[in-house]
């Protein structure tokens, strides 16, 4: 598949089948993580495979109650490793280590389209929640959740704004 038709069908999709997803694919989410950029090659970030029922439903719960995490064969929580702080101060906090994460989950995610799997990019959670269900080190700040699976159909796309409202040329 070509990347731009993997940008094209990426949907976020809240609806899976229960299939399990095969170790060979795993890998190829797992390469697509670990292929990403990041600032300074620090690779600055940590991904949780989560596959236990009881886990993912407190995730679920922890992201204000999408339930349709929980029912993901894998979700994926992307973590920001927050000592990236010591090569570059507050900005590589605040800024580098989350790109770092971003870009990652990105490249799984249009892996995720040519492997035939769905994700949706879950953003809005109870950090602290998530800490706890993760136990989580100090040093590691979660960014996403991703539930990745077989899809159970394909929304329509979304509207995008139109270009002339993004770019901007100088």
């Given at each position: 598949?070509e990347v731009?038709e993997?940008i ?10 229960e299939k399990?997803?095969?170790k ?12 990403a950029?990041s600032a300074?090659?620090l ?5 949780y495979?989560v596959k ?7 995730l679920a719960e922890?992201?204000i ?14 973590c920001?490793?927050l000592?990236i ?9 605040d ?7 971003a870009v990652?989950i990105e490249n ?6 040519e ?5 949706c990019?879950v ?9 706890n269900i993760?136990n989580?080190?100090?040093n ?9 699976g077989?899809?159970d ?6 509207d995008r ?6 770019i901007?040329?100088?």
């Amino acid at each position: 598949m070509e990347v731009f038709e993997a940008i094209k069908k990426r949907r976020s999709i809240r609806n899976f089948l229960e299939k399990e997803i095969s170790k060979e694919k795993e890998e190829r989410l797992i390469e697509a993580l670990r292929l990403a950029p990041s600032a300074g090659n620090l690779q600055s970030r940590r991904f949780y495979f989560v596959k236990d029922k009881d886990r993912k439903e407190k995730l679920a719960e922890a992201a204000i109650f999408q339930n349709f995490i929980s029912v993901a064969p894998l979700v994926v929580v992307g973590c920001a490793d927050l000592r990236i702080e010591k090569h570059y101060g507050k900005r590589g906090k605040d800024i580098y280590a989350i790109c770092d994460v971003a870009v990652a989950i990105e490249n799984m995610m249009l892996e995720a389209i040519e492997l035939g799997l769905g994700t949706c990019w879950v953003g809005a959670f109870d950090e602290k929640k998530v800490i706890n269900i993760l136990n989580l080190p100090k040093n590691l700040k979660p960014i996403a959740i991703v539930p990745v699976g077989y899809p159970d159909g394909i929304p329509p796309a979304t509207d995008r704004k139109p270009k002339e409202e993004l770019i901007i040329e100088k």
